[in-house]
């Protein structure tokens, strides 16, 4: 299964960019592969939010939709990410969100297996590159964001 882990700096405020990860209706405008996505329900707890939300990801002739469960929890400003439906065996992705002097540190772990065992070992030759450029694609998107507010 592939499994991979980024970490970033970036120079924002922890609520905006976990604010950023949670807006999930826009992921098409900036995450690469990502080609649509629909949230379907969002409930706000005490210490959590919770959202059950599709995810269309694909790259030329390979498109799959893949159905998600969303937990933020708020006491530990993290966001935990489980498959529930679609092309996937298993996925886990984890967020952790660390403000310090520089901004917040975002840990982002991710861990999942395709069914399909042909794309399964195609997506593990590519996939640090992918996971790259997803974490690339959400820092930029801080930054053009909030960047100019902050200053």
Partial sequence: MPKASVKRLIE????????????????PEFVPFCLASHVYEKNNEANQTLIIADLTIGKGPFRDTYKSDVKFDKENSTINVTNIGGPLNHLENNWKFFETEGGTEISFDIDFEIENKFLNVLMSKSFEFGLNKIADAFQKRAEDLYRSIDN
């Fill in 12 to 27: 924002c405020k922890k609520d905006q960019l976990i604010d950023l990860v949670l807006d999930i209706e826009k992921y």
